[in-house]
């Protein structure tokens, strides 16, 4: 049964959750306050990059409409989701100052029929409560009356990598809603139908996955959902992070920390994602949910001393990536360094708390110069990032004179750049891969020194007379 949405926010999780549900069948009113992001929305352009964001929003345009107005977007609509931003604080808690605006804009609109508020951003717990208070006082505040059962809050946390945003939204691995009241759980479950079921058709750019079945749909309390949001996010950081700590050890004793990571992995009970030895974790995400989840901790009196030292392992890996080149180097001071990569991950354009750029702050400390390339980021970090970098548009001009290059990204693009080509371009032939991503025994086939995470380093065969 098709329904009236209305999404509050258009970042990366207010989007994807926009055209997701404008594809199953909804009719669907995105609201943003910036008002050239929604003319650009309006034209079909996407403000940030994200895989098949422009063909679904090609695909959607008669069902799914933008607004900046809370009184165009809320008073019609079934389900209103708050997916605005919760940026850290200081001290670490997320700050809700957006999702307070949007929830006394939802109350001040709130429709006559039943409405379902929907926490999509990711809040700490005990923000249920909260929001179902800011949106009761905004109603009273504005009509002068009681709510009268109008409206329920529920807790509908997403689970969206970037990159893959749309494809998790289509074929997620299990969709949680937490809740209090009946109806809301009813109206969830009916809103979600045809992506439980998977019963509708899948986008030609989006297959179904082989296999796919039914996906389930777990209801719990308000508390219990926030809270697994948080879970599920620290839990993988944890992985990553162990991995990380491992591949250290595995350096010191002449281990491959691939070896042990597929060894590890086939394990049923680990499994092998999230096992891939790198420069760490980064992004909007993982930092900002360890951060939350620790200052959760210290609001109720615990230490979440492993939450802790994940974080620890993780700013650990971009020391270890400055300690390699200066084994190599000796001294950085004046160098040039050609850093592949900037957004945290490949298939984004996301730069927040990108390990490319706590990486290139690092050097820059160290009186490097730092050249970077991105496939896709570089418009963005010429706009937003602060650092004294250079960017270079081709591979030519990024590894021309440079001392070393340093993968931080691991975009597909740069396993097929033609590297023996590019080989005589540089000063130094020495490659760091921050990301084991790159074929070392190939490189050093080419004439390059290379040098990986928790991996054996391999240098160029030499020449037999």
């Known amino acids: 049964m098709s329904k009236r949405v209305a999404v509050v926010g258009t970042g990366y999780v207010g989007l994807t959750t926009a055209l997701s549900l404008a594809y199953i069948g909804h009719r669907v009113v995105a609201l943003d306050l910036d008002e050239a992001k929604v003319r650009a929305l309006k034209q079909g352009i996407p403000p940030f990059f994200e ?38 604080s200081p001290e670490g808690s997320p700050d809700l100052t957006q999702v307070q605006e949007a929830a006394r804009g939802i109350g001040q609109n709130l429709g006559e029929g039943f409405t379902v508020v929907v926490n999509k951003s990711t809040v700490p717990v005990g923000s249920g409560n909260y929001v179902e208070t800011l949106v009761r006082r905004a109603f009273q505040e504005a009509h002068g009356g009681e709510v009268d059962g109008r409206f329920a809050v529920a807790s509908n ?47 030609a750019f989006l297959p179904r996955p082989e296999r796919m079945g039914a996906v389930p749909f777990l209801t719990t309390g308000l508390a219990s959902a926030e809270l697994i949001k948080y879970g599920a996010n620290a839990f993988l950081a944890l992985k990553i992070s162990f991995i990380n700590e491992l591949s250290a050890l595995a350096e010191r004793v002449g281990a491959d920390i691939q070896d042990v990571a597929r060894g590890i992995g086939l394990d049923s009970r680990i499994g092998p994602r999230f096992l891939q030895a790198g420069l760490g974790w980064g992004g909007s995400c993982f930092p900002k949910d360890t951060l939350a989840l620790l200052a959760m901790g210290r609001e109720y009196g615990l230490k979440l001393s492993i939450v802790e030292a994940a974080r620890e392992v993780n700013r650990r890996q971009r020391e270890r990536v400055v300690e390699k080149l200066l084994s190599e180097l000796k001294v950085l001071k004046g160098r040039t360094l050609a850093l592949l990569g900037l957004a945290f991950k490949p298939h984004t354009d996301d730069l927040r708390e990108s390990p490319a750029l706590e990486l290139a702050r690092l050097l ?14 570089l418009p963005r970090a010429r706009r937003e ?21 340093v993968l931080a990204t691991d975009w597909p693009e740069y396993r097929t750049w033609p590297w023996g080509e590019l080989k005589p371009l540089l000063r130094t032939p020495l490659v760091v891969d921050a990301r084991n991503h790159l074929d070392g025994k190939a490189l050093a086939r080419l004439g390059y020194r290379y040098l990986g995470m928790g991996v054996p380093a391999l240098a160029p065969a030499k020449e037999v007379v």
């Open 51 to 88: 895989p098949h964001l422009p063909e679904m929003l090609s695909l959607v345009r008669d069902r799914l409409s933008f607004t900046t107005r809370y009184e165009e977007a809320i008073p019609g609509a079934e389900v209103v989701f708050i997916a605005v931003g919760t940026p850290p």
């Open 385 to 405: 990032v602060d650092l004294p970098l250079e960017y270079a548009e081709t591979p030519e001009d990024l590894l021309k004179g440079a001392d070393a290059v």
């Open 157 to 203: 946390p997403e689970f969206l990598r970037e990159g893959q945003a749309l494809y998790d939204s289509l074929y997620p691995d299990r969709i949680v809603v937490g809740a209090e009241d009946r109806r809301a759980l009813e109206v969830l479950r009916e809103l979600y139908e045809p992506i439980l079921e998977q019963s509708f058709p899948a986008p």
């Open 364 to 377: 820059l400390d160290r009186g490097a110069f730092v050249r970077a390339h991105d496939p896709v980021a």
